[in-house]
């Protein structure tokens, strides 16, 4: 079993950050590799980024690529998502995502929303 908790999002203007924390337990966060997916309205989910175990490796949608980076904290067993220079079509639903023994793990989800 993982358990994951997201924070961060919220209402901000085209071109501000933010940054998505998403801390996990129950069990070695090292072990496993992480993403953030994003649900927009009358949109499927999309994988934003992922992050292998170690953090030295990393994917990138083509539609963040250059803006947002994803990040990883072994030891505060902690996976992040810095958001810069956000646009209106970023406004979404984001969820952190651990991928554990061919089960997927959930975060609670977060709304960001982008205003122009």
């Known amino acids: 079993q993982v358990q994951l908790v997201q924070s961060g999002g919220g209402l901000v203007q085209a071109g501000d950050s933010l940054r998505l924390s998403c801390a996990a337990s129950?069990?070695?966060?090292?072990?496993?590799?992480m993403g953030w997916f994003r649900r927009a309205p009358g949109k499927e989910r999309e994988l934003v980024a992922g992050?292998?175990?170690?953090?030295?490796?990393?994917y990138y949608a083509s539609s963040v690529k250059g803006r947002f980076t994803i990040s990883r904290d072994n030891a505060k067993d902690t996976v992040y998502l810095q958001m810069n220079s956000l646009k209106p079509e970023d406004t979404a639903v984001y969820y952190c995502n651990a991928h554990v023994l061919s089960r997927d793990y959930w975060g609670q989800g977060t709304q960001v929303t982008v205003s122009s």
């Open positions: 992050i292998s175990r170690s953090g030295d490796n990393a």
């Open positions: 129950g069990r070695t966060f090292s072990s496993y590799a």
